[in-house]
């Protein structure tokens, strides 16, 4: 597959002009390094394995940190995510449960190896990788947050804890659909942040919290 995947690439440079390749050529020789680096330390995490402890959590978010949206303003999304059970992704309605399904028949089922050899184009491939990056991005999640907040539903913010903590398993760093572009962790991050902050003050006693935590 991962020679399938390299070929496929070199028939798309191709096209290309003579310029064009050469700068392709050499950023994929500055990246070498970093790509090494990346695969190493992917080869050292476990692989994809998830288990029942959820007492550790991603970075403790500071009490006074505040949310970039009031949660009035995401209250009704929120309430209609968790009612219907859907989400409205790049124009599509896509069928979801709660607590998450990481993978569903909408995003398909994708390699949980190292992440920068997941191939995701070329001849004869048909799943389209974009709806599950998108999914991935957890840019709806501050939605529920938001929701959980106004009820003051702390049952609510306990299961999305560990709806976070389940996703960091199931996707260890360098490992998975996940980790394959530098945007989709950025984005993901934010929307974690902006999430925990709709719930910090739920939250400020739960001992997942404290604790720093990094899928393995």
């Known amino acids: 597959m991962r020679i399938k995947f390299i070929f496929s690439q070199i028939k798309r440079l191709r096209n290309r002009s003579l310029k064009n390749i050469s700068y392709f050529v050499k950023w994929k020789m500055m990246i070498i390094p970093s790509n090494c680096k990346d695969?190493?330390?992917?080869?050292?995490?476990?692989n994809y394995n998830v288990t029942t402890n959820s007492n550790k959590f991603p970075n403790n978010i500071p009490s006074t940190f505040k949310s970039m949206v009031p949660s009035i303003f995401l209250y009704e999304s929120g309430k209609k995510?968790?009612?219907?059970?859907?989400?409205?992704?790049?124009?599509?309605?896509?069928?979801?449960d709660w607590p998450q399904r990481w993978e569903t028949k909408d995003t398909g089922i994708w390699p949980k190896d190292?992440?920068?050899?997941?191939?995701?184009?070329g001849k004869d491939f048909d799943?389209?990788?974009?709806?599950?990056?998108e999914y991935n991005r957890l840019q709806w999640l501050p939605n529920i947050c938001a929701f959980?907040?106004?009820?003051?539903?702390?049952k609510m913010a306990s299961t999305i804890l560990?709806?976070?903590?389940?996703?960091?398993q199931r996707h260890p760093e360098g490992k998975t659909v996940a980790w394959m572009e530098g945007i989709e962790v950025a984005l993901r991050s934010i929307s974690i942040i902006e999430s925990l902050s709709h719930m910090r003050v739920m939250l400020k006693n739960d001992n997942r919290m404290k604790m720093g935590f990094r899928g393995k």
């Open 127 to 133: 799943k389209d990788i974009k709806l599950i990056w």
């Open 81 to 96: 995510i968790i009612k219907e059970r859907r989400i409205l992704l790049l124009g599509k309605t896509m069928n979801i």
């Open 162 to 168: 560990d709806v976070l903590v389940d996703y960091a």
């Open 114 to 121: 190292i992440s920068l050899f997941i191939q995701y184009y």
């Open 148 to 154: 959980a907040n106004i009820n003051n539903d702390e």
């Open 39 to 46: 695969i190493l330390l992917s080869v050292k995490r476990k």
